[in-house]
């Protein structure tokens, strides 16, 4: 059994941290898009969060780089920092395949 | 090292920090709306100096600070200043103070593309802009190179902040660990260029000493030496007495040695007002009653004199001088003579002279009585001893402040080398030794030497009696 098949049941609750309407934070949520769609699709939901707009959100969430990913469900919590380009460490890191 | 030039035409606008000492040596602070990095080992006190900074910044200055730590949290930061008596928790409800602890932890983050450190910015500006801080630190924020992994992208995101602060026009301390070859690990200084202050911790047989020392401060004369600074309740202090000058202020007044026949001995009058003391002289030979006679005497006009005794506890200091008539304690009661005791050994050289010149700032006394010098000298090499001495003397004359030292020479030197050459500094020298009559052994004192006044060049014959120190004339009596 995969961990993908292990969470197929849940809903995941995805916030994307930007600041501003920057290439890569348009890249970030592109490419999050099509990794939501390919492997929970139907099952997702994202949360922009635009740092700019929201300043203090940056403190309380511990955010230091852009963009941010955060998976705030299924626990644990986990972080993922970059555009999301390099797809087979975004499986990774949201836990959507195993480490290799 | 490269020196910097002396004094510009134009002086550098500077943000005071209220630590003691460090405005002295900085020329007023550090240069204002600039980076400075302070670096140094761990437990050199980095964390200390910047947060004295941001406090007394926004407590003294009315400049309100953002602390940025990437180590501690808030809560810690909080407590390990509590017992300097400085309340972040209160400085941050009143919006004068703006903790924010700044995690990064690499088992956490996993980069799957390209970032930036915009959150960071964020977070920076969020900080300052909430309470309008005019002072920020960053606490170290080589804790970066930890957290990510591309290090190209980091020092350019480096770059960026410090430009960043430099246009918030902010205050800045930025603390670095000290490399191996470089001021800070991950050579901060490269982007740092207003001022580097290097602080260390030495331990040298046993004893701890910390300095201080500027490495560069650009545009600005600063103080290029070692300073010895302490860490105690009241915070961080820099002793920050510069090279011997000689242009104090001098007084033709005289004070009396508490002594009449040594008055005698010296004109007449005794010693000047604000002049150094040295009294040395083998063991047993009286020194520590010459100077509470002084001591005492001082007290006595209701002037105020500070007594440090590094080898009796006041008790017994007391005890002992009752013995021989001079009564310290109702001065004590009074509150005009202050006896504090400490073994030598408990702290570096430094440290002592720190202390004293802490005490001398807050009990203002008229006349100090070291005694004995010599067990400072036991603690430090000598070349530092002389240094050091040469600093308190150049301070306590400043002060116009009447210096006795008392000096314990071993019997096998010549009596007239001290081991310390302090001689050039000391205005009156006497010199105390065991004499040998016929079939007695007597103590004998002279005048080595007593600036500006005639003096005698007798030797008299130093009788300790019940009711204090006399001098007998030795003349008549058979060799």
Same mark, same amino acid.
């Given at each position: 059994?995969?961990?993908?098949?292990?969470?197929?049941?849940?809903?995941?609750?995805?916030?994307?941290?930007?600041?501003?309407?920057?290439?890569?934070?348009?890249?970030?949520?592109?490419?999050?898009?099509?990794?939501?769609?390919?492997?929970?699709?139907?099952?997702?939901?994202?949360?922009?969060?635009?740092?700019?707009?929201?300043?203090?959100?940056?403190?309380?969430?511990?955010?230091?780089?852009?963009?941010?990913? &955060?998976?705030?469900?299924?626990?644990?919590?986990?972080?993922?920092?970059?555009?999301?380009?390099?797809?087979?460490?975004?499986?990774?890191?949201?836990?959507?395949?195993?480490?290799? | 090292?490269?020196?910097?030039?002396?004094?510009?035409?134009?002086?550098?606008?500077?943000?005071?920090?209220?630590?003691?000492?460090?405005?002295?040596?900085?020329?007023?602070?550090?240069?204002?709306?600039?980076?400075?990095?302070?670096?140094?080992?761990?437990?050199?006190?980095?964390?200390?100096?910047?947060?004295?900074?941001?406090?007394?910044?926004?407590?003294?200055?009315?400049?309100?600070?953002?602390?940025?730590?990437?180590?501690?949290?808030?809560?810690?930061?909080?407590?390990?200043?509590?017992?300097?008596?400085?309340?972040?928790?209160?400085?941050?409800?009143?919006?004068?103070?703006?903790?924010?602890?700044?995690?990064?932890?690499?088992?956490?983050?996993?980069?799957?593309?390209?970032?930036?450190?915009?959150?960071?910015?964020?977070?920076?500006?969020?900080?300052?802009?909430?309470?309008?801080?005019?002072?920020?630190?960053?606490?170290?924020?080589?804790?970066?190179?930890?957290?990510?992994?591309?290090?190209?992208?980091?020092?350019?995101?480096?770059?960026?902040?410090?430009?960043?602060?430099?246009?918030?026009?902010?205050?800045?301390?930025?603390?670095?660990?000290?490399?191996?070859?470089?001021?800070?690990?991950?050579?901060?200084?490269?982007? =740092?260029?207003?001022? &580097?202050?290097?602080?260390?911790?030495?331990?040298?047989?046993? &004893?701890?000493?910390?300095?201080?020392?500027?490495?560069?401060?650009?545009?600005?004369?600063?103080?290029?030496?070692?300073?010895?600074?302490?860490?105690?309740?009241?915070?961080?202090?820099?002793?920050?007495?510069?090279?011997?000058?000689?242009?104090?202020?001098?007084?033709?007044?005289?004070?009396?040695?508490?002594?009449?026949?040594?008055?005698?001995?010296?004109?007449?009058?005794?010693?000047?007002?604000?002049?150094?003391?040295?009294?040395?002289?083998?063991?047993?030979?009286?020194?520590?009653?010459?100077?509470?006679?002084?001591?005492?005497?001082?007290?006595?006009?209701?002037?105020?004199?500070?007594?440090?005794?590094?080898?009796?506890?006041?008790?017994?200091?007391?005890?002992?001088?009752?013995?021989?008539?001079?009564?310290?304690?109702?001065?004590?009661?009074?509150?005009?003579?202050?006896?504090?005791?400490?073994?030598?050994?408990?702290?570096?050289?430094?440290?002592?002279?720190?202390?004293?010149?802490?005490?001398?700032?807050?009990?203002?006394?008229?006349?100090?009585?070291?005694?004995?010098?010599?067990?400072?000298?036991?603690?430090?090499?000598?070349?530092?001893?002389?240094?050091?001495?040469?600093?308190?003397?150049?301070?306590?004359?400043?002060?116009?402040?009447?210096?006795?030292?008392?000096?314990?020479?071993?019997?096998?030197?010549?009596?007239?080398?001290?081991?310390?050459? =302090?001689?050039?500094?000391?205005?009156?020298?006497?010199?105390?030794?065991?004499?040998?009559?016929?079939?007695?052994?007597?103590?004998?004192?002279?005048?080595?030497?007593?600036?500006?006044?005639?003096?005698?060049?007798?030797?008299?014959?130093?009788?300790?009696?019940?009711?204090?120190?006399?001098?007998?004339?030795?003349?008549?009596?058979?060799?």
């Amino acid at each position: 059994m995969t961990p993908a098949d292990a969470a197929s049941a849940e809903k995941w609750n995805l916030r994307l941290y930007t600041a501003g309407q920057s290439p890569k934070s348009l890249a970030a949520l592109a490419n999050l898009k099509r990794v939501c769609e390919e492997h929970l699709a139907g099952r997702y939901s994202i949360e922009v969060v635009d740092l700019l707009k929201n300043p203090r959100l940056a403190k309380d969430d511990q955010i230091v780089a852009i963009p941010t990913l &955060v998976r705030k469900l299924p626990e644990p919590l986990r972080r993922l920092v970059g555009d999301l380009s390099d797809t087979e460490r975004t499986l990774v890191g949201l836990q959507l395949r195993p480490r290799q | 090292m490269k020196m910097e030039r002396p004094a510009q035409a134009r002086a550098l606008p500077k943000a005071p920090t209220g630590i003691e000492g460090l405005d002295e040596i900085t020329g007023g602070g550090l240069p204002k709306g600039r980076p400075t990095l302070v670096c140094g080992g761990p437990g050199c006190g980095k964390t200390l100096l910047a947060t004295e900074f941001l406090v007394r910044g926004a407590t003294q200055f009315g400049e309100p600070g953002a602390f940025i730590s990437f180590e501690e949290t808030g809560e810690e930061l909080a407590q390990n200043v509590r017992s300097l008596g400085f309340d972040l928790d209160a400085l941050v409800e009143d919006k004068k103070l703006a903790i924010d602890h700044v995690r990064v932890e690499r088992s956490e983050i996993e980069e799957t593309g390209e970032y930036d450190l915009e959150g960071l910015f964020v977070r920076l500006g969020f900080a300052i802009d909430s309470i309008g801080a005019k002072r920020i630190v960053l606490d170290t924020i080589e804790s970066l190179f930890g957290g990510f992994t591309n290090e190209a992208l980091l020092r350019s995101e480096l770059r960026r902040l410090f430009r960043f602060l430099k246009d918030k026009g902010v205050t800045a301390v930025i603390t670095g660990e000290r490399g191996e070859r470089s001021y800070t690990r991950q050579g901060l200084e490269e982007y =740092v260029s207003d001022c &580097v202050i290097l602080l260390d911790h030495r331990v040298n047989e046993q &004893v701890s000493t910390r300095r201080i020392r500027i490495v560069k401060y650009r545009g600005t004369v600063h103080g290029t030496n070692e300073y010895p600074f302490l860490i105690d309740e009241a915070g961080f202090s820099v002793l920050p007495l510069s090279g011997l000058q000689l242009d104090h202020a001098v007084s033709n007044e005289r004070v009396s040695s508490g002594v009449p026949d040594l008055d005698e001995m010296l004109d007449g009058k005794g010693y000047y007002r604000g002049s150094s003391i040295l009294v040395s002289g083998t063991a047993g030979t009286g020194k520590t009653s010459l100077a509470a006679h002084f001591a005492h005497e001082t007290a006595r006009r209701g002037e105020r004199c500070l007594y440090l005794a590094f080898e009796e506890s006041p008790q017994q200091l007391i005890r002992n001088m009752q013995s021989i008539g001079v009564d310290l304690e109702p001065f004590v009661k009074k509150g005009v003579l202050k006896l504090h005791s400490s073994r030598p050994t408990l702290h570096g050289l430094e440290m002592h002279l720190v202390q004293i010149h802490k005490m001398v700032a807050q009990f203002e006394p008229a006349a100090i009585v070291i005694d004995p010098v010599s067990n400072f000298i036991d603690t430090s090499t000598a070349i530092e001893t002389q240094a050091m001495l040469l600093r308190m003397l150049d301070f306590l004359k400043g002060k116009r402040i009447t210096a006795l030292f008392t000096h314990l020479t071993s019997g096998a030197r010549p009596t007239e080398a001290t081991d310390v050459g =302090v001689s050039s500094l000391i205005d009156t020298w006497l010199l105390m030794r065991g004499i040998e009559t016929g079939s007695e052994r007597t103590r004998g004192l002279y005048v080595l030497k007593s600036r500006g006044m005639p003096h005698s060049k007798e030797i008299r014959e130093f009788l300790i009696t019940p009711r204090g120190v006399q001098l007998k004339t030795m003349k008549g009596r058979k060799k």
